[in-house]
């Protein structure tokens, strides 16, 4: 009796041609792993258009993000598939029967060709794409159990041959039993490299422990292949007015990480008081407030976008409306009543949605902190790791955080991180340095190892990391039990 493995086997059938192999089965995306070799045919909503590839971009951005701080593949692992993946692009194994398997595949398949169309256009982009791309390729096929692997490497023509044992008996040991594949050298520079291969006749024999190397080089040549393909068809779509925007946007996604949106009632300690912001700025906020709340009471004043920036920012934390405007008052304390009334009042009252179209806005994330609105000449708004000079931003980061544990030791750390324009990492890595009193080690990130990507994430992670040190510390008041 034939079980139903052995029967799709024999009805799969082999495209020489394209790599494919086409199987029978009741999923439509019978495998976990995706060379993603055909695009989408389906119908697809713009919403989910956007949804697919922001959710993909968090996992990617946050790849770039471990290897713009040395983790390791192990690490990675932790960071995300255990998180990241698991909270934005779940795919689980084909072995768990009770998850729309087909369903989070078709996430996963749109969300993969999104992101080609926003990260063909340039060969800076392509790069960065291909190599976090063929990461999460890795870190998914490492995690994935044998059997599995062993179903998705039949299903594809990788053209590599085995090694027979004549072929390798004057080379290989008879007591070693391990399969070696022939593959041409230029497939495998990377095994040739750390020496790690056979070399005969322009053809390298490599270990079936080597195998997955192959797998990865294929994986990565096929999508550079695929990027070019796209870039020059990319063109067509230069009138479609609704997805060019989008993709504009998308592909700014890796400078700075995608957030999720903070809402007020994200807020961890309730109520927040105008009374209480100055202390809430020193031991919570992250450069780019600290920086605008420190412009804001030495000036008496910040600009437009200044306030804009800042005051979406405390509407999040959790300042309502009228602690708003009586903190506001406060802080221009060099203008008349009046004056404050006609030209800042309502754009605080507007702010909160209680004036012109009555919009909730959302607080600015990193990336539109980084991307919009350049500050000029005499502005305080942006993020101080990239628009503040080398020299400045040390000043800057010594005098905000000393007093929390950043020492000048720590500084060619950050410099280097912001040398290579990775702006949230190095905001990340300060966060980890002056919250290492409460606890928080090298690595950690905002918790789960993930990056800061927004500056009320970074506050509120701050808040809850004091909130739980002063329970600790009250656990630490009872009375004592005398024991005579």
Known sequence: MQTRRDQKRETGFRDIKSGLVETHSHLKYPYRLNFYDIPPRDDITI??????????LRVLAEIESCYARNRSLKEM????????????????????YTEDLDSER???????????????????????????????????????????????????????????PEELQDFVPSSNTERYYKVKWTRVLDLVGKRRVIMKGGMAYVPAS????????????????????????????DE???????????????????????????????????????????????????????CLRRDKHLKHYGR????????????????????????????????????YRYNIRHSYGLEGKRANYAAKSCQQILMSDEPGSGD????????????????????????????????????????????????????????ARQGVKKGEGVGGGESVTHPNQYAARSRDLAKKEEGKEADGDGDVVMQG
């Not at 919403?47 to 993909?56: G, L, P, S, V």
């Not at 195998?211 to 063109?235: D, G, N, R, V």
């Not at 996604?253 to 999720?260: D, E, K, L, R």
């Not at 905000?400 to 990340?428: F, R």
């Open 47 to 56: 919403e989910e258009f956007e949804t697919a590839a922001i959710d993909r």
């Open 77 to 96: 692992q932790t960071v995300i598939i255990d998180n990241v993946s698991n909270k934005y692009l779940k795919l689980n194994r084909t072995s768990a």
């Open 106 to 164: 078709r996430k996963d398949h749109i969300g993969h060709f999104v992101l080609r169309l926003a990260f063909c256009r340039s060969e800076d982009l392509r790069k960065r794409f291909v190599k976090a791309e063929t990461t999460l390729f890795k870190l998914r096929y490492e995690t994935d159990d044998s059997t599995e692997k062993a179903e998705f490497l039949s299903s594809r023509n990788f053209d590599w041959i085995q090694a027979s």
């Open 210 to 237: 080597e195998q997955a190397s192959i797998l990865f080089q294929e994986y990565e040549t096929h999508l550079e292949k695929a990027l070019e393909a796209t870039a020059k068809a990319l063109p067509r779509l």
């Open 240 to 294: 479609d007015t609704r997805l060019i925007p989008l993709l504009d946007n998308l592909s700014k996604g890796f400078q700075a990480g995608i957030s999720s949106e903070w809402n007020p009632s994200e807020n961890p300690d309730g109520v927040l008081t105008a009374d209480m912001i100055d202390e809430m700025a020193y031991k919570h906020y992250p450069a780019c407030m600290r920086n605008l709340h420190n």
């Open 308 to 343: 804009l920036q800042y005051g979406l920012f405390l509407k999040i934390l959790g300042l309502s409306i009228d602690e708003a405007i009586a903190f506001w008052r406060k802080a221009f304390s060099s203008i008349q009543d009046d004056k404050f009334n006609k030209e």
């Open 380 to 435: 305080s708004h942006g993020c101080p790791y990239r628009h503040f000079s080398p020299d400045n931003l040390q000043s800057a980061l010594l005098t905000m955080y000393s007093e929390h544990g950043l020492t000048s030791a720590d500084m060619p750390e950050v410099m280097n991180l912001v040398k290579a324009k990775h702006y949230h990492v190095a905001c990340t890595r300060v966060f980890e340095i002056t919250q």
